[in-house]
């Protein structure tokens, strides 16, 4: 009589092992042939699609990565009021080299290259090729970011314009201008592809209006220490309308 997993076995490998094949069916099933857990997670993804929160949008694609190829899922992509719809793709990066990976909004198109995240752009993933080869994990190379983007402005409907700094540090520059008043709930700073956190990685700090204007002046992004020399500071953001 066959055993019942879990109460008679301490592991379903050893329940495989007593029941080589599926109950019923007669078909000969192997532990070592179950899908390793990203295969899964990546299965259950593509099944879910856009309906719900589409948490796979851009997200690495196991399915089309190998050797010096990193694959891609598409998704939906929001820029200001526009909404686009971007297939499923694949890179081929350089070797023994560190590629950014984004979407570039101008081009329409997924692109990477090997300085940093330009402006105009929603990073995807950091991916350090050596030997022909990827290192690293899903995890370790995810650069993507979930943001809420509202719309704000006048009472007539008016969307908030978005927009973007970006720089490079210097070593001793800590305070970035945005160059214009922005909707503070809507800044978003990234560090060499990493976001930042408020507070714990720098500060807001908006000067007081000043006559004749009458108008605040522009938001300054303040980090806690000084940006290394080479480093790529991203910061996107909605300006003020009123």
């Known amino acids: 009589m066959s055993a019942s997993y879990p109460d008679d076995c301490v592991a379903f490998d050893d329940w495989v092992d007593d029941n080589p094949a599926m109950p019923g069916t007669g078909v000969d099933i192997k532990a070592a042939t179950l899908n390793p857990r990203d295969d899964e997670i990546e299965a259950i993804q593509t099944a879910l699609g856009a309906r719900p929160v589409a948490l796979n949008t851009f997200a690495e694609r196991k399915a089309t990565t190998s050797g010096l190829q990193w694959g891609y899922h598409g998704g939906r992509v929001v820029g200001g009021n526009v909404v686009r719809t971007v297939s499923d793709g694949y890179l081929v990066l350089p070797d023994n080299a560190t590629s950014f990976i984004f979407y570039d909004w101008d081009a329409a198109e997924v692109s990477s290259n090997t300085t940093g995240f330009p402006a105009r752009s929603f990073p995807i993933a950091e991916v350090i090729a050596e030997n022909a080869q990827f290192t690293g994990t899903f995890q370790s190379r995810d650069r993507r970011t979930i943001a809420i983007v509202s719309a704000v402005g006048s009472p007539g409907g008016s969307f908030a314009e978005m927009d973007r700094l970006l720089a490079t540090g210097d070593g ?53 220490s000084a940006p290394l020399t080479g480093d790529t500071i991203y910061i996107a953001f909605q300006k003020r309308l009123d």
Do not use: K, R
Not at 177 to 202: E, R
């Open 172 to 224: 001793s520059t800590d305070d970035f201008s945005c160059g214009t008043p922005v909707v503070h709930t809507s800044i978003m700073v990234f560090l060499n592809g990493i976001l930042q956190l408020p507070t714990v990685h720098y500060t807001i700090e908006e000067a007081e209006a000043q006559p004749p204007l009458f108008a605040p002046e522009d938001t300054h992004v303040i980090f806690n």
